[in-house]
């Protein structure tokens, strides 16, 4: 079992930053793949970053390629998402997840990033 608790989320103007951390329970989060996704309202939920466990891919959502960075510092049991350059269409409720195989079976409560125009 992994519990995933997101941070950081808040409250920007249009072209500002805000960095998300997810802090995981438990000894074995290395050996977990790491992924964000986000809800906007009325929307389904989507896929924005993904680290691998074996800490050598990294994989992004179209929409945020160039803007957005995905880590993870496993001594810490943390992942982290540094949003840049922040946009109207980035407002959403952005969840932590963590993959144990090819599917996501963990999912953190969320927090609500909203970037005002």
């Known amino acids: 079992q992994v519990q995933l608790v997101e941070s950081g989320g808040g409250l920007v103007q249009t072209g500002g930053s805000l960095r998300l951390s997810c802090a995981a329970s438990?000894?074995?989060?290395?050996?977990?793949?790491m992924g964000w996704f986000r809800q906007a309202p009325g929307k389904e939920r989507e896929f924005v970053a993904a680290?691998?466990?074996?800490?050598?891919?990294?994989d992004y959502a179209d929409s945020v390629k160039g803007r957005f960075t995905i880590s993870r510092d496993n001594a810490k049991n943390t992942c982290y998402l540094q949003m840049n350059s922040l946009k109207p269409e980035d407002t959403a409720v952005y969840y932590c997840?963590?993959?144990?195989?090819?599917?996501?079976?963990?999912w953190g409560q969320g927090t609500q990033v909203t970037v005002s125009s």
């Open positions: 680290f691998s466990r074996s800490g050598l891919r990294t």
């Open positions: 438990g000894r074995t989060f290395s050996r977990y793949t």
């Open positions: 997840a963590a993959a144990g195989g090819s599917d996501y079976n963990f």
